[in-house]
């Protein structure tokens, strides 16, 4: 007769979830250092981070914000927001002042800056009104007949600012057209570049971009146009008059939103129904394959959200690069959210509490436009006053032994934190996805550094 070995107790170390959030492998298939949910966390390197907060840094609006805009003239840079028509000067913090320009034909504007022998513009456009052109002082409404003026073309249709080859290239509403002024100038006679022949599924311009990339021979700027149909559009050339040549048409997951192309570095990120995918991994790579999506280890959440919510308004990517995160701001109308995504790491976590209709950088910091008011994001230790909630649930483990039963009698998490938080916390076992509700009792202490 053998004796019955007796199990023993023992302990384990369990490092932070720093792979982020999870929403792609099974619960029994995770690494331990992801998470089955991560909210409000950032997966820094090597722990985890409560984000910051925000302020109300701008107030009084009369409406929701749906345009940010950064005016820069090389010595002045102007925050701008756009609510209920009107252009308001956010760059100084409290109340605003009254409207610079009104009676806009909505608030969903497109613009970009360019420098001139005339001076610094910043050029806005939205496919519904007269587009504007701003010098710092004074508003500029463009017609065919005003000064400056662009003629040849019906400029109430011309949307998406952008500028490619110091040209300001114009997409035209409902339309396959794109339209360009002459090198640095604001006015002038437009040209048309008709890309209807190209676009076989047909469709209209969403968004356009300038896309750099190595070629073989060099760094180069290649046009880059996204149409409603999915399809990608890529010129090569230096003069649309003289030698463009098209180099190429891809057929990609449709766009989700009017914001969907974004500079990131020297590529160009696609924000599509396949999530968001660089540009230069994108053409090179079969659609099939979702591992050229950056958020292919969320793909799910983010599949979910698109089909949900993609027909919203909000849709936008932006890189805060001074803390290394990349956010899509995702507008669920019950609650906006942000996934944000470890720029180091590219490991994912998502945010709430910003309820955000628009995203800029200005001075290198993040803004958003709310309701009534901007606010400025990262920027202190709580949200507007109220308290920050992180929520967290690492993966499952077996703790190398598959199968068998265990019995947790003890644990002690580990944080840093110079305040006095609110702790809950719980080991869920058994898949149980639910969140702690008993807070933990604990004394801060002071410790020595070496």
Not at 120 to 135: C, D, H, K, Q
Not at 384 to 401: E, K, P
Not at 412 to 421: H, M, V, W
Request: hydrophobic content about 35%.
């Amino acid at each position: 007769m053998f004796p019955v070995k007796q199990k023993s107790a023992g302990s384990v170390s369990l490092p932070a979830p720093v792979g982020g959030w999870n929403a792609r492998d099974s619960l029994g298939d995770m690494p331990v250092t992801d998470a089955v949910y991560l909210t409000n966390w950032f997966p820094a390197t090597t722990e985890l981070q409560l984000r910051s907060g925000y302020t109300k840094w701008a107030t009084g609006l009369p409406a929701e914000v749906d345009t940010l805009m950064n005016y820069e003239s090389g010595t002045t840079g102007k925050l701008l927001a756009i609510s209920n028509g009107g252009v308001y000067d956010v760059t100084s913090q409290g109340a605003v002042g009254s409207a610079l320009l009104s009676g806009l034909g909505n608030s969903r504007w497109q613009y970009c800056n360019i420098t001139t022998s005339g001076g610094s513009f910043l050029y806005m456009a939205n496919g519904v009104s007269t587009p504007y052109v701003y010098n710092g002082s004074t508003w500029t409404s463009i017609t065919g007949s005003s000064t400056p003026a662009i003629t040849g073309v019906t400029t109430t249709t011309l949307n998406n600012p952008i500028v490619f080859k110091s040209r300001v290239f114009f997409t035209q509403t409902d339309t396959l057209k794109v339209w360009y002024l002459p090198v640095l100038s604001i006015g002038g006679a437009a040209k048309s570049l008709d890309l209807s022949s190209f676009a076989y599924k047909g469709g209209k311009i969403i968004q356009h971009a300038t896309w750099t990339i190595d070629a073989g021979y060099g760094v180069d700027d290649y046009y880059v146009a996204y149409t409603s149909k999915g399809q990608v559009i890529v010129y090569k050339g230096s003069d649309p008059d003289t030698d463009f040549a098209l180099a190429g048409v891809w057929d990609l997951g449709t766009p989700v939103g009017t914001r969907c192309l974004y500079k990131y570095g020297g590529d160009l990120l696609v924000l599509g129904k396949d999530g968001i995918t660089p540009l230069a991994s994108e053409l090179q790579s079969s659609r099939l394959d979702p591992r050229v999506a950056i958020t292919d280890k969320i793909q799910w959440a983010v599949s979910e959200a698109i089909t949900n919510y993609g027909d919203q308004f909000g849709w936008q990517m932006l890189f805060y690069p001074q803390e290394n995160q990349l956010w899509l701001n995702v507008p669920n109308p019950i609650q906006i959210t942000q996934f944000a995504m470890n720029s180091i790491t590219t490991n994912w976590c998502n945010y709430t509490g910003w309820n955000a209709y628009c995203w800029e950088l200005f001075n290198d910091q993040p803004y958003f436009g709310g309701s009534n008011y901007v606010g400025r994001a990262w920027y202190t230790n709580a949200d507007n006053g109220s308290n920050i909630t992180g929520v967290a649930l690492q993966a499952f483990s077996a703790f190398g032994s598959p199968g068998e039963l265990k019995r947790f009698t003890m644990a002690k998490p580990i944080f840093r934190t110079s305040g006095n938080p609110s702790i809950y916390t719980n080991i869920n076992v058994d898949f149980n996805l639910s969140t702690p509700t008993t807070i933990l009792n604990y004394t801060p202490t002071s410790t020595g550094t070496w």
